[in-house]
C-alpha cells in the first residue's frame, strides 16, 4: 500500500484481506433477493433514474470509500487523495468537452482502511440510492474485500491505492483495475539492475504479509525466468534470525519487504550483524521517508542514529513514478507540477510530505479522470436508445462495454501515461534512487514497456570499487607443496644421496680391511642402494610444486613411479638389515640349542643329582641349588666358550642375505605390478569444504575472493585395499625385525661385526615409520605441506641415522686403526677376538659370585667357632648345677650321641661340636632369660640358619 513513508505504520496481522469463504458468504447475504417484498436486510438495491441538475446535466454518481484515519494499524491515504479526487471532480465537472450533458457527482465515505467497515459502506452504496456506475477504493485490504464483491452488481471497481499484487487474479478480481502500479510492477526493474551489474545470486527479506509475499513471490518467478538465483527469507516481527541466516548464508544482494517500521529493525541487525558495507547492496521500497532509517525512540532499536545512518548508506529504492515531471500539460490541461502546487494551495498545508496520501494524490487525481473517460468511451458507445444514465446492477452489456472502457483507456495525466494491462494494473515507469551522502538521489528511470534504463545520475559504491559480486568468488586454487619446503627436502635429499655414495666408495676403497670384511660388505652395499632410492623418491613426492603442471597420464605416471621407488628403496635398505639380524639369529639360536641338549645329556646321565637339587629347592637350601646349577650348567657353559671363537668365526656366505632380501622385493614387485594391472592410480581432486581468503594478499583487498583449495591425490578405485595390504605386510616385516633385534642384542658374529648397531637401525626405523604412517595415511592426508614435511623427516632421519649407526663406527676405525692391527681389532664393536661383551660380563659375574661365597663361608666357619666356644663354656658352667638339670643335660646327650656311647659317663657323652643340629644347639641353651648368653643364643638362632643348614647337608 501507499502512504506518506513517515506516517506510514506497521501493517497489523489482522488487517488483511478477507479469505474467500467470507468474502463469499457476505456476498451471499448481500445478493440475496427479497422474498414478498422484504430483504434479508430489510430492504432492496433501489435503482432511481438520475434527475437533470440545475445545468440541465444528468448527475452520474460515483461510489468512493477513502481511508481518512490510519485506524488499527491502516493507511490514512484518503487525507490527501480525497482533496485530490474533489479536484479533479471539479475540473471534469468544468470542462463540457468531457461527458457533455453530465456530471460527475462523488459519493464518498470513511472506510479507515478496514475491511469489515468497508463492506458496511458498498452496502450503503447498493441499498441507498442513486445508482452509483463505478467505485473508487483505496487501501488493499478494502480494494480486496470491494473487488471481490462488486461484480454481483455489475460495478466497476477502480482502486487509487491499492498495490497488493494479489490484486492482479483476473479470476478472483475480474472487474478491477488500478491507477496505483502493483508491487509486482518493481520486480522487472529490480531485476533488469541485477542484469546490468551482473548478479547472479539475491536474496529477499520479507514480512510475513500478504502483500509482501506476493511480490516475493513473483520476484523470485522473474528472476528464475532470467537464470538467477533467489533464495527467500521472511520473519514476523523479530528480524534478527531472519538476518542471522542471511549471514549465513553469505547473502550479498538483499531485496527488503517490509514496512517502515520493520525495515528500521532490519537495519539495526544488519549493523549488528555486520551485513553491510562495500560487500552488501540493499533494496528497499521507495515510498519511505527520505529519513525513515533514524531510530524512533519508543521503538528501542538499540542501534544509535550514526550506526542506522552507516548501515543505510549507498541503499537503492524503486518505485512507480507518481508525479510526472513533464512539462507538457495532459488530458487535464496541467502537469505534474502544476498539480502539485495547486494541491498544496488547496489543503493549506505547509508539510504536506507528512499527509497522509500525499504521493498517491496524483493517482488518485488521474483515476477520477480514468473514470470519467470510460463514461465517456462507453457513452459513445452505446446503442442510440440506450443511456448511462439508464444503467441498473443487472445491466451486464453497459457493464461489459464500462469495462472494455476502462481497459482500453490510455491518456497522458499528472502521473504520467495512464494505461492498464489485461490484469487491471497500471502501467508505470519506475524510477531508481540511492542514498548518497545522507541524501536521496534519483539515479535513473526503467521503462518497462520498452525495457530500458535512462540514467539521470552516477551510481555511487564504497571505496569506489564499483559494484561488488553477487556472492563470495570462490576460485579452485591447487594446493602443492610450497616452493621453499620442496628445496630444502631435495637439498636434504641430495644429501643422502651423496653419502650414500660416498659410503660405497669408502666400502670399495677399504673392502680389504678386516673391519669391512666382517660387516659383510655386500648386504652393506644394498643398503646404501635402498637409502639412495628413498632419498631420490623425495624428488617425486613433492610434485607437482607450484607453477609445474602435469597431464593425467603423466600424473598416473608420477603416482606408481614414487610408490614403487620408495616400497623398493625402503625394501633394499631394511631388508638388507633385516637379513642380518635374521642370520644372527638362526646362529644364534642353533647354539642354544645344542646347550640346551648337552645340559639334558648331563643331568639325565646323573639322575640322584638331579633329585637331591630338587629336594633341596623345596625345603629352601638356596646355597646348595646354586653350587649344584653351576656344577650341572658350567660343562656346558665352557663347552660353549671352548667352541663360540671357532663356530662364530666362520664366515658366512653372501648368498644367505642376498635370499631374503631377494625374497622382499619379490613380494613388492609381485604388488605393484598386480595393483597397476587391476587397480592403476589415477589423478583424483579433493575439494576443501571450507573456503579460504587468498593468503598473500593484503587485508581487505579480496575479501570479496575466497580460495577453494583441492588437492590431486594419487587414487585407485580399491585404494584403501591396496594401502592397508602394504603397510600390514610392512608393518609385519618391521615388527619381526624389531624382535629379532632385541633377541640378538647381545649375540655376536666375527663376520657380521655390526649386528648390534644394525639392531640399533632397525629400532630407529620401525618406530619413526609406525609413527608416521598412520598420521600420514589417516589425519594429513588433505595437508599438503604437513603430509610430504612428515614423509620426507621420516625417510631422511632413517637414512641419516641407519647411515650413522653402520659406517660411522668404521670409519672412525679405519682412520684411528692402522691395517696392520686389524687381526688385534678385528671387530669394531669391540676388541675382544673370541669373546663379546656379555660373555665377559657373565665372566666377571661369576668371578664376583664366587669371590662372594668364599667371602660368606669364611664367615660361617668362624661362626661356628665362636659356636663351639660357647658350647664348652655353657658346660663347663652347668657341671655344677642341679640334678634335674644334669638329667636334662644326659637325656640330650643320649638322644644326639651314637647308640654304641649311650652307657659313657656324663663326662663322655658329648659329642663334637661340628657334628650337631642346630636342634641341639638351641636344646642346650640355659633355660632362663636373665643370662646374657641364653638372650644372644635366641637371637643368633636365625642368623645361623643358613650355615647350619650347610653344615646339616
Known sequence: DRAPPHLRPMRPPHVKAWPPWRSQLLLLLLSTQSVGGISFFGRSSVETTPEPDNDGRVQLHVGGVFPMEAGAGGWPGGQACLPAVEMALEHINNNFDVLPGYKLHLNQSNSKCQPGLAMQELYNFIYEGPKKLMLLAGCSPVTTVIAETAPEWNLVVISYGASSPALSDRVRFPRLFRTHPSANMQNPTRVALFEKFKWKRISILQSVEEVFTHTAQ?????????????????????????????????????????????????????????LYGRKYVWFFIGWYADTWYEPHPEENLHCTKEEMRKAAAYHFTTESIMLSK???????????????????????????????????????????????????????????????????????????????????????????????????????????????????????????????????????????????????????????????????VCLL????????????????????????VQSQPQCNNILLAGAALCSASLFLMGLPVAGVELSDGEFTLLCHSRISILMIGFTFAYGSMFAKVWIVHRIGASENQQIASRQKDEEDAS??????????????????????LR????????????????????????????????????????????????????????????????????????????????????QSEHHTLWTSMVMGYKLIV??????????????????????????LAIYNVVCLAVVTGPIVTMLMRSETNSNFGMISATVILCTYISLGLVFVPKIRFVMNVPASRDEAYPSANGPSPSLSKAELKKLEQLTRENEALGKQIEEKDERISQCTARIDEVVRESSGGSSRESDRLISVGNTTAPAESSKQAESTSFPSPSKMTTTALIELQPSSKETTTGQYQYEEMDNCSSSSDEILL
Open 218 to 274: 513473483n520476484l523470485e518467478a522473474v528472476c528464475r525466468d532470467k537464470g538467477i538465483r533467489a533464495e527467500r527469507q521472511s520473519f514476523y516481527g523479530d528480524p534478527t534470525d531472519a538476518v542471522r541466516t542471511l549471514v549465513r548464508q553469505d547473502a550479498r544482494i538483499i531485496v527488503g519487504l517490509f514496512y517502515v517500521t520493520e525495515a528500521r529493525r532490519v537495519l539495526c541487525q544488519a549493523y549488528k550483524q555486520g
Open 326 to 488: 513533464d512539462e507538457v500539460p495532459g488530458v487535464s490541461g496541467i502537469t505534474g507540477l502544476q498539480f502539485e502546487e495547486m494541491m498544496r494551495k488547496r489543503l493549506n498545508y505547509t508539510d504536506v510530505a507528512n499527509l497522509g496520501g500525499w504521493p498517491e494524490a496524483p493517482l488518485a487525481y488521474d483515476a477520477l479522470w480514468a473514470l470519467a473517460l470510460a463514461f465517456n468511451c462507453t457513452k459513445n458507445n452505446l446503442a442510440p436508445s440506450q443511456k448511462l444514465e439508464s444503467f441498473n446492477y443487472n445491466n451486464t452489456v453497459m457493464a461489459q462495454l464500462l469495462f472494455e472502457c476502462v481497459k482500453n483507456t490510455s491518456f497522458k495525466g499528472v502521473s504520467g501515461n495512464v494505461m492498464f494491462s489485461d490484469s487491471g494494473d497500471r502501467i508505470a515507469k519506475t524510477q531508481i534512487e540511492q542514498l548518497q551522502g545522507g541524501r536521496y538521489v534519483t539515479v535513473g528511470r526503467f521503462d518497462n514497456g520498452e525495457n530500458r534504463f535512462n540514467w539521470t545520475a552516477d551510481i555511487l559504491w564504497p571505496e569506489g570499487r564499483g559494484p561488488p559480486p553477487d556472492s563470495t568468488i570462490i576460485r579452485e586454487h591447487l594446493e602443492t607443496v610450497t616452493y621453499g619446503l620442496y628445496i630444502i
Open 493 to 516: 635429499a641430495f644429501i643422502g644421496i651423496v653419502l650414500s655414495l660416498f659410503c660405497f666408495l669408502f666400502n670399495a676403497k677399504y673392502g680389504y680391511r678386516g673391519v669391512i
Open 607 to 628: 639322575p640322584w643329582e638331579g633329585l637331591r637339587t630338587l629336594i633341596a629347592t623345596m625345603v629352601g637350601r638356596p646355597l646348595y641349588v646354586a653350587g649344584s
Open 631 to 714: 656344577k650341572s650348567s658350567t660343562p656346558s657353559y665352557g663347552s660353549l666358550l671352548a667352541r663360540r671363537t671357532d663356530r662364530l668365526g666362520q664366515p658366512i656366505h653372501a648368498v644367505k642375505f642376498y635370499v631374503v632380501i631377494v625374497a622382499f622385493v619379490a613380494v613388492d614387485l609381485l604388488i605393484i605390478l598386480v595393483w597397476i594391472l587391476t587397480d592403476p592410480l589415477k589423478k583424483r581432486r579433493e575439494f576443501r569444504q571450507n573456503p579460504e581468503p587468498p593468503p598473500s594478499s593484503p587485508s581487505g583487498l579480496d575479501e570479496d575472493i575466497k580460495l577453494k583449495p583441492f588437492l590431486e591425490l594419487c
Open 734 to 759: 618391521m615388527i619381526f625385525g624389531l624382535f629379532l633385534a632385541y633377541e640378538t642384542r647381545t649375540l655376536k658374529l666375527r663376520f657380521v661385526n655390526d649386528s648390534r648397531l644394525i639392531g
